[in-house]
């Protein structure tokens, strides 16, 4: 059993720790190893989310909405956390592909102290300013809608601190190239989620309390699981002693170095939706609730490209710290053209399934319609340009390349995105399209930009570690 699960634990870190210099550093194999269960863990975690507004579906369409406007500021706080978490990630798989065990361990407890103090703060004051905060994003929303967003939120944000301490476990997890620990966590935080939800909502008539319970103990449970696994003797990032959390500066100065920026670009990002869900709330519970639908079963349809984006930073990262360039640049243009392929199977799947897919929710005729109509514009414009816009940049913060992508990607979000749905809803009156059309225009315009900085390089001569 210990054999086995040090064979898990050490993976692609232990066949790359072994290469010469110039020889190819990930073989198709490992490269499936790594990938498949990632994929598999993206299919569950979007499954939560669409099980959520699913289950929910049936209390009502203000059940729905609510859900769906709280999860958008949900996802402004978990990308936060994603993007530490991926700072801690970067910096560990450098240090692995450099061999350097012992700061490897230390950048894996400083990550944790730096999650711990980020999602118990941000909880608190979540806590304690609920309702206004829902005013201050969504403005004036009907009241059961309200009443139904606040429960929600109240619920989600005692979930902060493990969905950091998850995040956190799961990216060292990848770094060494070891995806199958988090996938199992998330296949199995899943299944409480999805039965909770049916218990909860169906079973006791707890309707939004009940969906928010379910995601709660399910994410509790995949935080705990997946730090106990982190603490197994053969974990090569193990932490050693309580004390190694003690803060470090200068290692969460280096956490913090990939970390900030990719927390301000998602940040910025995630509050730019925001200001368009208060765009799409104005458009009537229709269109939110179309709004809902669309996002939960475009989160689907994104999996491929979802995936490889994760898998770029233990394989960019690895590479580059072992001082392979070039093969950083090939797996990452390799792992790129994988996301296009996938893309393209899920979307011309989206552009004729989506009547049949919009028709599993218990939605109204109009929202119904709105529905079908943004996501096969989605379909279209995704096929040929969200790779670009959401994989490949991983593979420039894997180098270390996070002022540039936090530039390009805040400038394009606010210009575009944001600046361009206002006017397309509020002076060509083009409703909840308006809005849609204005996310595929940043697309186009990040997706550019992110390619050209990835053909010359320079992404590749930044100092992580």
């Known amino acids: 059993m210990r054999r086995n699960f040090e064979w898990e634990v050490q993976g692609i870190m232990t066949k790359t720790a072994q290469v010469q210099p110039g020889r190819p550093m990930f073989d198709a194999h490992t490269l499936r190893r790594l990938i498949l269960p990632m994929l598999l863990e993206q299919l569950l975690s979007v499954t939560m989310g669409m099980a959520d507004t699913l289950m929910v579906s049936g209390v009502g369409e203000a059940a729905v909405s609510s859900v769906s406007l709280v999860d958008s500021i949900n996802i402004l706080i978990i990308q936060i956390l994603s993007a530490l978490a991926t700072g801690g990630a970067v910096i560990g798989s450098q240090y692995l592909g450099r061999r350097d065990g012992e700061n490897a361990r230390r950048s894996a407890a400083q990550l944790y102290t730096v999650l711990a103090v980020s999602t118990v703060s941000v909880m608190a004051i979540t806590l304690l300013c609920s309702r206004l905060v829902l005013r201050l994003v969504f403005g004036q929303i009907d009241d059961d809608v309200m009443n139904f967003a606040q429960t929600y939120f109240m619920i989600s944000a005692l979930s902060y601190p493990f969905i950091g301490a998850y995040n956190a476990g799961a990216a060292l997890f990848r770094a060494q190239g070891n995806s199958r620990i988090s996938m199992l966590a998330s296949l199995v935080m899943n299944v409480i989620n999805i039965a909770g939800n049916a218990l909860l909502i169906y079973g006791f008539g707890?309707?939004?309390?009940?969906?928010?319970?379910?995601?709660?103990?399910?994410?509790?449970?995949?935080?705990?699981?997946?730090?106990?696994?982190?603490?197994?003797?053969?974990?090569?990032?193990?932490?050693?002693?309580?004390?190694?959390?003690?803060?470090?500066?200068?290692?969460?100065?280096?956490?913090?170095?990939?970390?900030?920026?990719?927390?301000?670009?998602?940040?910025?990002?995630?509050?730019?939706?925001?200001?368009?869900?208060?765009?799409?709330?104005?458009?009537?519970?229709?269109?939110?609730?179309?709004?809902?639908?669309?996002?939960?079963?475009?989160?689907?349809?994104?999996?491929?490209?979802?995936?490889?984006?994760?898998?770029?930073?233990?394989?960019?990262?690895?590479?580059?710290?072992?001082?392979?360039?070039?093969?950083?640049?090939?797996?990452?243009?390799?792992?790129?053209?994988?996301?296009?392929?996938?893309?393209?199977?899920?979307?011309?799947?989206?552009?004729?399934?989506?009547?049949?897919?919009?028709?599993?929710?218990?939605?109204?005729?109009?929202?119904?319609?709105?529905?079908?109509?943004?996501?096969?514009?989605?379909?279209?414009?995704?096929?040929?340009?969200?790779?670009?816009?959401?994989?490949?940049?991983?593979?420039?913060?894997?180098?270390?390349?996070?002022?540039?992508?936090?530039?390009?990607?805040?400038?394009?979000?606010?210009?575009?995105?944001?600046?361009?749905?206002?006017?397309?809803?509020?002076?060509?009156?083009?409703?909840?399209?308006?809005?849609?059309?204005?996310?595929?225009?940043?697309?186009?315009?990040?997706?550019?930009?992110?390619?050209?900085?990835?053909?010359?390089?320079?992404?590749?001569?930044?100092?992580?570690?």
């Open 206 to 465: 707890l309707g939004v309390l009940g969906a928010a319970l379910a995601t709660l103990i399910g994410r509790v449970f995949a935080a705990c699981w997946v730090f106990w696994q982190q603490q197994q003797f053969e974990n090569p990032l193990r932490i050693e002693h309580w004390a190694d959390m003690r803060p470090d500066k200068q290692m969460i100065l280096r956490i913090l170095g990939i970390g900030i920026p990719s927390g301000l670009e998602n940040g910025m990002f995630q509050i730019g939706k925001l200001c368009v869900s208060s765009l799409t709330s104005t458009l009537g519970t229709s269109a939110i609730a179309a709004n809902a639908v669309a996002n939960s079963i475009s989160s689907l349809v994104n999996i491929p490209g979802n995936t490889m984006s994760l898998a770029m930073i233990p394989v960019v990262g690895q590479c580059l710290g072992a001082g392979e360039k070039k093969q950083a640049k090939r797996y990452a243009f390799t792992l790129l053209g994988i996301a296009v392929a996938g893309l393209t199977c899920t979307n011309l799947a989206l552009f004729f399934g989506a009547p049949l897919l919009c028709a599993i929710y218990n939605l109204s005729a109009e929202s119904t319609r709105l529905c079908e109509q943004v996501l096969r514009w989605f379909a279209v414009f995704s096929i040929f340009f969200w790779a670009c816009s959401f994989t490949l940049p991983n593979a420039l913060r894997a180098g270390g390349d996070t002022r540039y992508t936090m530039t390009v990607s805040i400038f394009s979000m606010w210009l575009f995105r944001v600046i361009l749905s206002y006017f397309f809803v509020l002076h060509m009156h083009m409703g909840l399209l308006g809005v849609w059309l204005g996310m595929f225009i940043d697309w186009i315009c990040r997706g550019g930009l992110f390619m050209i900085r990835f053909v010359r390089g320079k992404w590749m001569d930044h100092k992580v570690i």
